[in-house]
T-cell receptor, first 118, second 114 residues
Framework: GAGVSQSPRYKVTKRGQDVALRCDPI?????LYWYRQALGQGPEFLTY????????KSGLPNDRFSAERPEGSISTLTIQRTEQRDSAMYRC????????????????FGEGSWLTVV | AQKVTQAQTEISVVEKEDVTLDCVYE???????LFWYKQPPSGELVFLIR??????QNEISGRYSWNFQKSTSSFNFTITASQVVDSAVYFC???????????FGTGTRLKVLA
């Protein structure tokens, strides 16, 4: 697609429910990132994929958070047993190519998914 | 550790004024990359500029200009003749060698008043 597409744009869920957030990166982009942005803060790294391989998940806050990208394109971020502190904007970003982690390619963000846990 | 500091939380200017947004970074890498992104009220994050650490030439794009100074670890962003449409939150970001992570500052909210 023309840009990074995320769905749903807005999600309200009850505490304890599981949620799945979807990201469709720019066509041909092999690198995919998930970030979380709390109100009034900057984006914080969650996890990184190179094709289908999850190469860094050090930013996932706990084991309720997981992400996958099984075919190297669309990615899903899943939060199990949601808590109110999980409320935030979840952003997906992609970049064209990486030649190793040293490259500083520009990452392009989607519009984000607003998650509210009540 | 890598860090980006945007000390200005919020700036208000009157339309047509010039305004500079500060960004100070910390990294031990000798090669790194710096970015600015704009977050308008609609919420998306829009890429503005990317700069390599080995290229200290300043850049101008229309009313936007960027001043990269390695000696002070700063990558400041100036908007000349600001307009109401420039109202947004602006984020500075850093990526070093040896990590996949892009580190963002906390952002500066710019309000341009008509």
């Amino acid at each position: 697609g023309a840009g990074v597409s995320q769905s749903p744009r807005y999600k309200v869920t009850k505490r304890g429910q599981d949620v799945a957030l979807r990201c469709d990166p720019i066509s041909g982009h092999v690198s995919l990132y998930w970030y979380r942005q709390a109100l009034g803060q900057g984006p914080e790294f969650l996890t990184y994929f190179n094709y289908e391989a999850q190469q860094d998940k050090s930013g996932l806050p706990n084991d309720r958070f997981s992400a996958e990208r099984p075919e190297g394109s669309i990615s899903t971020l899943t939060i199990q047993r949601t808590e109110q502190r999980d409320s935030a904007m979840y952003r997906c970003a992609s970049s064209l190519v990486t030649r190793g982690q040293g490259r500083g390619n520009t990452i392009y963000f989607g519009e984000g998914s607003w998650l509210t846990v009540v | 550790a890598q860090k980006v500091t945007q000390a200005q939380t919020e700036i208000s200017v009157v339309e047509k004024e010039d305004v500079t947004l500060d960004c100070v970074y910390e990294t031990r890498d000798t090669t790194y990359y710096l970015f600015w992104y704009k977050q308008p009220p609609s919420g998306e994050l829009v890429f503005l500029i990317r700069r390599n650490s080995f290229d200290e030439q300043n850049e101008i794009s229309g009313r936007y200009s960027w001043n990269f100074q390695k000696s002070t670890s700063s990558f400041n962003f100036t908007i000349t003749a600001s307009q109401v449409v420039d109202s947004a939150v602006y984020f500075c970001a850093l990526k070093g060698v040896g990590t996949y992570k892009y580190i963002f500052g906390t952002g500066t909210r710019l309000k341009v008043l008509a």
